[in-house]
């Protein structure tokens, strides 16, 4: 059973950095691609990063150049650094995987979710 506990998230200015972290249990880490989502208020839940197993990533044009996602090296821990924070960032962020063919932002494709980590980015 993969579990996935998210932490790291709070209320910056804008401009400001977080960084969110997601420890991952129960699973095989060469198999799972795994992301970072997030979901405002009255919005749906979009895509932010995903990382494949053998280290490629893909990112929203909105965080590009921002938002870096990462892994340590037993691919246990899963984090995303956030940069030059903007008030149109603020949202749960939510860190999930799946084992499935392909690593895009597309939400359908994770079978694994966390419980979120609110990030509230204040003008």
């Known amino acids: 059973q993969v579990q996935l506990v998210e932490s790291g998230g709070g209320s910056v200015q804008a401009g400001g950095s977080l960084r969110l972290s997601c420890a991952a249990s129960?699973?095989?880490?060469?198999?799972?691609?795994m992301g970072w989502f997030r979901q405002a208020p009255g919005k749906e839940r979009e895509g932010v990063a995903s990382i494949d197993d053998d280290g490629s990533t893909r990112y929203a044009d909105s965080v590009k150049d921002r938002f870096t996602i990462s892994q340590d090296n037993a691919k246990r821990n899963l984090y995303l650094q956030m940069r030059d924070l903007k008030p149109s960032d603020t949202a749960m962020y939510y860190c999930?995987?799946?084992?499935?063919?392909?690593?895009?932002?597309?939400?359908?494709?994770?079978?694994?979710w966390g419980q979120g980590t609110q990030v509230t980015v204040s003008a």
């Open positions: 999930a995987a799946h084992s499935g063919w392909g690593c895009d932002l597309d939400s359908d494709d994770y079978k694994y």
């Open positions: 129960g699973y095989t880490p060469s198999m799972y691609c």
